[in-house]
T-cell receptor
Framework: QKEVEQNSGPLSVPEGAIASLNCTYSDRGSQSFFWYRQYSGKSPELIMSIYSNGDKEDGRFTAQLNKASQYVSLLIRDSQPSDSATYLCAVNPTGIQGAQKLVFGQGTRLTINP | GAVVSQHPSWVICKSGTSVKIECRSLDFQATTMFWYRQFPKQSLMLMATSNEGSKATYEQGVEKDKFLINHASLTLSTLTVTSAHPEDSSFYIC????????????????FGQGTRLTVV
């Protein structure tokens, strides 16, 4: 069983709408959770990090964490065509906070349609 | 944020030759760096943890004699793909943790630009 699971998509969202990306993880001891954006042929870029249950907002992005359900999500409000990319959910399963060793989901390919 | 520089960005080599990829932390020191590999349309898979001044720790299924890692200083880790074969063609990415611009106690992973390796 994969440790971090995402719907691979593709997910298509109209411009200006809310894009919702989901991720589940298997290791209950995980403490650190991250969302990365990866454009084709490029390395991942950190979008959000979240460590505590609840919501964390940064501009148009909101990360949500529910440790009881082992679920992490990313909401992108007012989606723009430039948001079109693959979004990777990453988890540090070691129980130590901070981005040390990361396990990545397979990524969700998001397309924002003008 | 912290800057990690990876070199080269792309390389084409003949089957059977070796290729060295460098990963440098430019504005911070990294006692630990991580090497990932990404095949087309797949996610990043951790290959090994590079430890400054000691042996690297390899993930299960990764051949340590084929993927040589050296972390001789606090700012440089190298990955050498020895006797490369076409199946080693992939996108290799390094990362290093740092506390980021906010210098919080939580670290974040900063990624290099990646190296596209093509073995022909």
């Amino acid at each position: 069983q994969k440790e971090v699971e995402q719907n691979s998509g593709p997910l298509s969202v109209p411009e200006g709408a809310i894009a919702s990306l989901n991720c589940t993880y298997s290791d209950r001891g995980s403490q650190s959770f991250f969302w990365y954006r990866q454009y084709s042929g490029k390395s991942p870029e950190l979008i959000m990090s979240i460590y505590s249950n609840g919501d964390k907002e940064d501009g148009r992005f909101t990360a949500q964490l529910n440790k009881a359900s082992q679920y992490v999500s990313l909401l992108i409000r007012d989606s723009q065509p430039s948001d079109s990319a693959t979004y990777l959910c990453a988890v540090n399963p070691t129980g130590i906070q901070g981005a040390q060793k990361l396990v990545f989901g397979q990524g969700t390919r998001l397309t924002i349609n003008p | 944020g912290a800057v990690v520089s990876q070199h080269p960005s792309w390389v084409i080599c003949k089957s059977g030759t070796s290729v060295k990829i460098e990963c440098r932390s430019l504005d911070f020191q990294a006692t630990t760096m991580f090497w990932y590999r990404q095949f087309p349309k797949q996610s990043l898979m951790l290959m090994a943890t590079s430890n400054e001044g000691s042996k690297a720790t390899y993930e299960q299924g990764v051949e340590k004699d084929k993927f040589l890692i050296n972390h001789a200083s606090l700012t440089l880790s190298t990955l050498t793909v020895t006797s490369a074969h076409p199946e080693d063609s992939s996108f290799y990415i390094c990362s290093a943790p740092d506390r980021g611009k906010h210098k919080s106690w939580n670290t974040e992973a900063f990624f290099g630009q990646g190296t596209r390796l093509t073995v022909v």
